[in-house]
Nanobody
Framework: QVQLVESGGGLVQAGGSLRLSCTAS????????MGWYRQAPGKLRDLVAT???????NYADSVKGRFTISRDNAKNTVYLQMNSLKPEDTAVYYC????????????WGQGTQVTVSS
């Protein structure tokens, strides 16, 4: 059974930084694409960033140049480094693992809250 456990969320002032971590278990980590999504109150869950098994990355326009996704296959862990945080980045951030080569039905972590104060 796949398990994804996030950590690293918290409260930070605008302009600050946070690093989220997600450790996976229950599957072969290095063959799956991983990603981060976020969901703000009253809004849909949106893609933040993804990274393939080969290290290719993709970002939402709203975070390009500020966020960096990376992975350490030896540690079964994916990271999201978030810099220059803005109040509009406030959301619950979810780690996700792609299934069957698609993001239609990913495995989800439990989520970690990120709050950016102005």
């Amino acid at each position: 059974q796949v398990q994804l456990v996030e950590s690293g969320g918290g409260l930070v002032q605008a302009g600050g930084s946070l690093r989220l971590s997600c450790t996976a278990s229950g599957s072969i980590f290095n063959i799956n694409a991983m990603g981060w999504y976020r969901q703000a109150p009253g809004k849909l869950r949106d893609l933040v960033a993804t990274i393939t098994s080969g290290g290719s990355t993709n970002y939402a326009d709203s975070v390009k140049g500020r966020f960096t996704i990376s992975r350490d296959n030896a540690k079964n862990t994916v990271y999201l480094q978030m810099n220059s945080l803005k109040p509009e980045d406030t959301a619950v951030y979810y780690c996700a693992r792609q299934t069957g080569g698609s993001w239609l039905r990913p495995y989800w972590g439990q989520g970690t809250q990120v709050t950016v104060s102005s």
